[in-house]
């Protein structure tokens, strides 16, 4: 059972672009290694500490290539010691293809999925499903990925969408491939996971191993309302525009830098401290 008091530091990470939406949704969402560079540093100004990146093809469609996302490192380790927290994550393509540059790159964090469910973008005003499909986590490609994460240093981030997803991680502590300090994300609000209410934050945040650092993922303007029960439960913090567009008041944000800045706001508000890059690395080690 995880203790459940506010931090003393909190980490804030910043996900610059995810691979579902695109400029017409949100102008603000960069594409080339250039300009996610670009958000990285504004981000890493504005307060985050870890950057989460998906690479994308220079006209934005999503990219598992290793060049890409060595450029995208090579391009932010030359102006700013931010960590870089890669994705692994997709919809129809296999585990090895989506993780080849966790061994050409290494990041010094990656994202690992923890288990499968239907995900889809459904339009409440349009009465239809935008996107669907069945995102494959599993529990073979979760053994994969933690081993090749063990082998090349990187840490994993476990990303937790659904109610079974937390206890997923149980059978990898007991074979010794997933060892403390962990590090989880509780994702709510994607249609096809758990919904965005302060009842499954305080579930799931129950059912995390003692000691385990985690943030809410909250998906859409649903994240703000949760920020403060978050940070009370002993949440660290994501935002960026691969999660939500928008800025409390319902402004779409211009840049990742706005959602970093509001969100470092609201916790040193609350008497909270941002974490900084070298606290994170301690945090993240130990
Ligand atoms: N798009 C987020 C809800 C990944 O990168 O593999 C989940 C995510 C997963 O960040
Ligand atoms: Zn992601």
Redesign the pocket.
């Known amino acids: 059972m995880q203790a459940t008091s506010p931090r003393e530091k909190v980490i804030v990470t910043a ?1 610059l672009t ?3 939406a695109n400029r017409k949704h949100c102008p603000g969402i960069p594409y080339t290694a250039a300009e996610i560079a670009d958000e990285a540093v504004r981000a890493y100004e504005a307060g985050a500490s870890i950057v ?1 990146i ?1 690479a994308r093809e220079d006209d934005g469609t999503p990219s598992w290539r290793p060049e890409i996302f060595a450029e995208i490192g090579e391009r932010i380790r030359g102006r700013c010691p931010v960590i870089l927290n890669f ?4 919809v129809g393509n296999t585990i090895q293809e989506r993780a080849r540059h966790i061994s050409m790159v290494k990041p010094q964090v990656a ?1 690992l ?1 923890m288990g499968s469910m239907n995900y889809s973008i459904y339009s409440s005003r349009q009465k239809k499903f935008l996107m669907q499909g069945v995102f494959l986590n599993p529990f073979e490609d979760i053994e994969y990925l933690l081993k090749l994460m063990a082998e090349n240093n990187v840490i994993p981030e476990l ?1 937790c ?1 659904d109610a079974g997803h937390i206890c997923n991680a149980d059978p990898f502590i007991d074979m010794g491939l997933l060892k403390p300090p962990f590090h989880f994300s509780i ?1 709510l609000g ?1 249609t096809g996971g758990l919904s965005a209410t302060p009842q499954n934050l305080k579930n799931q945040v129950g059912l995390l191993p003692e000691g385990a650092h985690w943030q809410l ?1 909250g ?1 859409s303007q649903e994240q703000w309302p949760l920020l403060d029960l978050s940070l009370d439960l002993g949440g660290h913090v994501r935002v960026g525009l ?2 939500n567009f928008y800025l409390p008041g319902g402004a779409m944000a211009k840049s990742n830098g706005e959602l970093v800045d509001m969100a470092v706001k609201k916790v040193r508000e609350r008497g909270q401290k941002v974490a900084t890059v070298e606290e994170t690395l301690a945090f993240l080690k130990h």
């Open positions: 996900a995810g691979a579902l989460h998906h994705s692994t994550g997709g994202a999925n990303e969408f994702i994607v993922i998906i691969e999660d």
